[in-house]
């Protein structure tokens, strides 16, 4: 009990399950040594002396999780979205991911990505980096200095891909990620190693195998892409015609370990057979909203993966999506369910607010262990947001004011972010 | 010739038609008693003495027009968006409405809404007030105040209403539209009154009627909403037996005068019908994408009505949608569009930024008369977008910038607004 104990007072928002908030109306949320206490109406008086930090009407929500970003995009978002995924990252995201080879230009870069994602709305990020060594320890260390806390991946891709953006063999890869992890897994307190092959077409069979056992060897977290875009997906049949199903690839090289270490990005148009392996396998879906409209993936189901129990949370996959704050991803969450629903499927009711609110910090959260909500034990990451620059001239109840911050919020109205108790911005 | 002649340099693009950008590089566009004289690589000599205001690299496009918002919901923008089109306008729009009955208020609030659009890229508005004269009266002195250059209608609306916002009777509404037409036709600089009946289910048949005939009196435009919702659809069918589709009852009542006079916003779910109709009678359609989004209005076949040559501007539809800003209404405008062609309709290309970039500058424009070109006697509206703060570390061609442009500029990067010749901002 050495450790001095804190206290956020404003109006306090977190979720406690998919159709629950919890509302503290001018409320506390305690902590100590980066660990949340609970929410409270005023504070125990087991915790003894308590110094309070007021932010008067502010709203106080858990940090925002971004599942699946690509950091190195950060600098090309919003460029080239006329095309689909395959022409996109042969014209847009690969010649860009190609200048990280170049340390100088990769802190540059990073710099901004760094800077933009502090003044935002996340406390957590799952990232692809570039297949670059130097480049991506280069971000590993912004991010620790940040105070945000990610996992952060070296891309593996050793085959179909350009010349100047490819691994010479899978023992190449494999070596350079091995070396990668020696020198980062353990070294950070906020930053973590997580193996990322880019997806299945850019893996040879042998690099995927050697993948496989490192994230045995090391056990570590997986994160890659999966049915995002039909092209793509008749890409893998063809390359992998012995697998039932695309996810069934990663499936047979080890690559979905099991105890929700898993991340698959996008889950646009999965098979049956796909959502129950990602179902057994306690896979986290990042689902990218906007990123499926800008590249013309197409509208996802997620009422049906909700009803599945399927673990989801939300990602801003910068450069297929063009800003970093989930929140946004939110708003774009919300919106793209409603036209899922327009679209042919009347029976499926569009993802509401509160649902939402849980995807982007408990339901993401969980792949961090006990993040994203104002419980006991959680670890204390928090937003706070002053709201009322936008709201003048009008009564909102609590919700209406958790949906406009989600709609209306920008880099400008965050006052303050907590990660581990840790103030970072 | 008394007049200056001013211009400015920059990095100049404007939309010479839906397949064609001009683009000038460190160009000129010259003006001169609120008139474009053209824009040019440098100077022509037969102008003679001109003023150069110099943007550096700044980007230099046309103003943005916005053909259908509610500026009286501004204020409540973002709030209740998990319902439709008619429960949200009885659970938000019109208690919100109802409060501009008290002129103090209404001062209050569209003071936040002018602002709010003084800041960001529009340069002219077709605006819905409310029914209230006193109000709409303020918002008219304080658009012509701001500069910007406006439509604005006294809202008429005397039946299925609550009663804390409906007009008594048709002779009311009638006689309060006199009123304020005489009160506000021509004593404006930038400012119009536009005929504006809410909706069909709004409207008795004898105020209609009213309307129509006030339409012929005085040769006013008229604005309203059209086959946004089918709920909305099925209760005019049911309220007009006789009318074989929703636009024949504006017609019917002589509400769709011929000369690009007429604007309908949505136009989601037309039969072909009605399509003819709106073509015959040369409305413009204010496509309003993040509305119908939020209110789950469905997927517009945008595509078609371009082919069909129908005249097509864009809305920011405030408070169905929750900004202003037309950049926003131009990225929601090609994401829908893709989401349009996924949802089973893989034979219509979505719109590229060629197109979507005239439909907000030209297409929206003509209803304003010669706007939104930088060519010769069209009057001058441009926006001066400081691009320099989202680019760093990139390469772009003027195409890509006005991309980024579209999807990433905050009101903060627009450094100026001229419209009609004159700074705005």
């Known amino acids: 009990m050495s450790e001095k104990t804190f206290a956020l007072k404003g109006d306090i928002c977190y979720s406690k399950s998919p159709g629950e908030l919890r509302i503290l109306r001018r409320g506390y949320v305690l902590f100590r040594g980066g660990l949340c206490l609970g929410a409270f109406d005023s504070p125990p008086a087991e915790f003894g002396e308590i110094t309070v930090k007021d932010y008067g009407d502010s709203l106080i929500i858990p940090g925002l999780v971004d599942l699946h970003t690509h950091a190195p995009q950060f600098v090309c978002r919003a460029k080239g979205l006329d095309r689909e995924l395959l022409e996109w990252l042969e014209s847009t995201a690969f010649p860009q991911e190609a200048r990280y080879g170049e340390l100088s230009y990769a802190e540059a870069a990073y710099k901004h990505f760094v800077a933009d994602v502090v003044n935002g709305p996340n406390t957590r990020m799952c990232l692809f980096g570039t297949l670059h060594v130097p480049a991506t320890k280069a971000l590993m260390d912004m991010l620790e200095e940040s105070g945000l806390v990610s996992f952060v991946g070296k891309v593996n891709m050793d085959r179909n891909a350009p010349a100047y953006l490819c691994e010479s063999s899978a023992g190449e890869s494999g ?3 091995v070396a990668w992890i020696k020198e980062t897994l353990g070294r950070y307190r906020n930053v973590s190693p997580i193996l990322t092959p880019r997806f299945i077409p850019s893996c040879s069979e042998e690099l995927l195998g ?3 056992s490192l994230q045995k060897g090391y056990a570590l977290p997986v994160q890659s892409h999966l049915s995002e875009n039909l092209s793509e997906i008749e890409w893998v049949k063809q390359l992998h015609p012995d697998c039932s199903c695309y996810g069934a690839v990663y499936d047979k090289y080890g690559l979905l370990p099991e105890g929700g270490r898993t991340i698959m990005a996008h889950c646009v148009h999965c098979p049956e057979e796909e959502l129950r ?3 057994d396998r306690d896979v ?5 909203a906007q990123s499926n409209v800008n590249l013309s993936s197409g509208l996802v189901p997620l009422r049906s993966y909700l009803d599945r ?3 989801v949370g939300l990602g801003s996959d910068v450069a297929g999506g063009y800003t970093t704050s989930i929140l946004r991803a939110m708003a774009d969450t919300i ?3 409603k036209m899922y629903q327009c679209c042919g499927h009347p029976e499926e009711k569009p993802v509401t607010l509160k649902e939402v609110f849980h995807l982007a910090t408990a339901g993401g959260g969980a792949f961090f262990g006990r993040v994203g909500r104002f419980e006991r034990d959680y670890e204390f990451d928090a937003v706070v947001i002053d709201d009322s620059t936008y709201n003048p001239l009008i009564e909102l109840s609590m919700e209406e004011r958790l949906e406009r911050a989600m709609y209306l919020s920008e880099g ?4 303050q972010k907590y990660v581990r108790g ?3 911005k």
């Open 175 to 177: 070596d350079a990620t």
């Open 277 to 279: 392996l990602l179902k």
């Open 412 to 415: 400008s109205h965050i006052v």
């Open 210 to 212: 050697r993948l496989g």
């Open 284 to 288: 986290f879906i990042a689902h990218c």
């Open 335 to 337: 919106q793209m369910s």
């Open 422 to 424: 840790r103030e970072i």
């Open 309 to 311: 129990g399927m673990k």
